[in-house]
Nanobody, 128 residues
Framework: QVQVVESGGGLVQAGGSLTLSCKASGLTFADCAMGWFRQAPGKEREGVSYISWGGGRTYYADSVKGRFTISRDNAKNTLYLQMNSLKPEDTAMYYC?????????????????????WGQGTQVTVSS
């Protein structure tokens, strides 16, 4: 049974930092391309950052570029999102997603429909 579990969300003041973690089990994590998405109230889910299963390629949405860093530790089956200089507009539920059928290690996947396993989300709230 595949499980994807996010943690690390919380309430932080603008300018602060948080690190989100995503622990995956029941799949071969090292073979999965991974992504972070977020959804604010009343808005559609949007992509934040993605990483290839080889870890060598990453991609960031323009809104977070230079502030967020995605990384993975395959030995721990864990994905991370380091978020710095947080803004109130970063407030959202953050979701971790896994693509277990990624064929190529050097490819990042940017679409919601690319991913076949999702976590339940962790809430990030940034106060002004």
């Amino acid at each position: 049974q595949v499980q994807v579990v996010e943690s690390g969300g919380g309430l932080v003041q603008a300018g602060g930092s948080l690190t989100l973690s995503c622990k995956a089990s029941g799949l071969t994590f090292a073979d999965c391309a991974m992504g972070w998405f977020r959804q604010a109230p009343g808005k559609e889910r949007e992509g934040v950052s993605y990483i290839s299963w080889g870890g060598g390629r990453t991609y960031y949405a323009d809104s977070v570029k230079g502030r967020f860093t995605i990384s993975r530790d395959n030995a721990k089956n864990t994905l991370y999102l380091q978020m710095n200089s947080l803004k109130p507009e970063d407030t959202a539920m953050y979701y971790c997603a896994a693509k277990s059928d990624a064929l190529y290690g050097g490819v990042v996947y940017t679409q919601i429909y690319d991913y076949n396993y999702w976590g339940q989300g962790t809430q990030v709230t940034v106060s002004s």
